[in-house]
C-alpha cells in the first residue's frame, strides 16, 4: 500500500525527525556529496529488506553502509595498512572500501547479500554527517532510485521515482560530485578497483605508490557493478559527434547538443550534471546520444556509469 512521503528539509527539526524515523525502521532519502541514497538501519533486517523491495533491487546486489567517522568503520571490518592510507586521505569523502566482516560484526546479512565482506563509506556531505550522527548507528544507503534507473542527485529525481514507497526525503539541494563513490577493495592486502567513481584512480595510485589492480572474474562484489545500471527510459548510443533522428543530443566540450555536460570540458562538472542532464533528456522521451568523454581522470567514472546506461537491458 503506498505509504504518505514526507518532503523534509535540513533543518533542525528536519534532521531529528529524519533521525527518528531511521530508528523506527523507516526508509528515508538522504543526500550526499554523491548522489541522494536510500537510508535504513543496517542492523535491522526488515529495514533492509525494505529497501530492496522500494527499489526493485536483486537481492545478490550488497549494499553500502555509510557511517559518521572514520573509527566507526573498525567496530565491523578487518582493517589494513592500506585501508587506514585511504581512508585518512579521502575520508569523509567519495571512497567506499570494502573489508572482510568480523563474525559478531552485528549487521544485516541482507546489507552484505551473504557476502563476507561490507562497503563502507564516510560521506562528506554535513547534512548526511549530520542525520548519521543523530541517528547514532549505521545506515545502509544504495542510491534513492528504482533499480537501474538513472540515479538521483536532487530531492525530487527521489520523489519522481520513490514517493508513496518510502517514509521520508531529507532535502538539501542538489549533490555536487554527481557520481557515485570510487569502491576500493582488497585481494589480500592489495587494493582492487571495483567501481569508478568519484575519487580518480591517478589520487589512488599517488597515494599508495601503485596503480590498484582490476578484479577477477564476473561475480558480484560490491554495488554498481550490474552490467545494466543508470540507464534513462530510451536507449543511449556513446561516442556520438551527432544526434540521429528521434535522439536527444547530450554534449560535451566542442561536441554540443540539447543540453551540454560541460561547454568547456571539464570532467568534474560533467560528472555532477550527468544524471540531472540524464533526467532532463529522459522526460522529453526517446533515445540519447552521448558525446564522446576522455577515458581520464573523473572520466573514467563518466564512461563506466555510460557503459552501463547502455548496455542491453534484461
Not at 533491487?57 to 592510507?85: C, E, G, M, T
Not at 536532487?154 to 518510502?166: D, Q, Y
Not at 552490467?227 to 536507449?235: D, M, Q, T, V
Not at 555536460?261 to 560528472?271: F, K, T, V
Request: glycine letters at 12%; aromatic letters at 4%.
Amino acid at each position: 500500500m503506498p505509504q504518505q512521503t514526507l518532503h523534509l528539509h535540513a533543518t533542525d527539526t528536519g534532521l531529528d525527525r529524519a533521525a527518528q524515523l531511521l530508528k523506527d525502521g523507516a526508509l528515508v532519502a538522504l543526500p550526499t556529496e554523491t548522489v541522494y541514497g536510500l537510508g535504513a538501519d543496517a542492523r535491522n533486517g526488515t529495514a533492509v529488506a525494505a529497501i530492496y523491495t522500494a527499489k526493485g533491487r536483486p537481492s545478490f546486489n550488497p549494499l553500502i553502509v555509510h557511517l559518521a567517522a572514520p573509527d566507526d568503520a573498525k567496530k565491523y571490518v578487518v582493517w589494513n595498512a592500506s585501508a587506514q592510507a585511504l581512508a585518512r586521505a579521502f575520508w569523509p569523502g567519495p571512497l567506499t572500501l570494502v573489508l572482510p566482516l568480523f563474525s559478531d560484526h552485528g549487521l544485516s546479512s541482507l546489507v552484505t547479500a551473504g557476502l563476507p565482506t561490507v562497503a563502507l563509506r564516510v560521506p562528506a556531505h554535513p547534512t548526511a554527517h549530520r542525520l548519521l550522527t543523530a541517528f547514532g548507528g549505521p545506515v545502509a544507503a544504495p542510491s534513492a532510485n528504482p533499480s537501474g534507473q538513472i540515479s538521483p542527485t536532487t530531492a525530487g529525481h527521489v520523489l519522481e521515482g520513490l514517493s508513496g514507497r518510502i517514509a521520508a526525503v531529507l532535502d538539501d539541494g542538489p549533490c555536487t560530485v554527481g557520481v557515485e563513490s570510487t569502491i576500493i577493495g582488497f585481494d589480500g592486502s592489495t587494493p582492487v578497483l571495483l567501481r569508478e567513481g568519484g575519487i580518480t584512480c591517478e589520487q589512488i595510485t599517488d597515494l599508495l605508490g601503485q596503480a590498484p589492480a582490476a578484479p577477477q572474474g564476473s561475480n558480484i562484489t560490491a554495488p554498481g557493478q550490474l552490467a545494466s545500471h543508470y540507464a534513462p527510459r530510451g536507449n543511449v548510443r556513446l561516442n556520438a559527434q551527432a544526434p540521429h533522428e528521434g535522439e536527444h543530443m547530450l554534449g560535451f566540450g566542442a561536441v554540443d547538443g540539447v543540453l551540454n555536460l560541460s561547454p568547456d570540458g571539464d570532467l568534474a562538472e560533467a560528472a555532477a550534471n550527468l544524471f540531472e542532464y540524464f533526467h532532463r533528456l529522459d522526460a522529453l522521451g526517446g533515445a540519447i546520444a552521448v558525446a564522446p568523454i576522455p577515458q581520464m581522470g573523473l572520466g573514467r567514472a563518466i564512461n563506466d556509469r555510460l557503459a552501463r546506461a547502455a548496455a542491453p537491458r534484461g
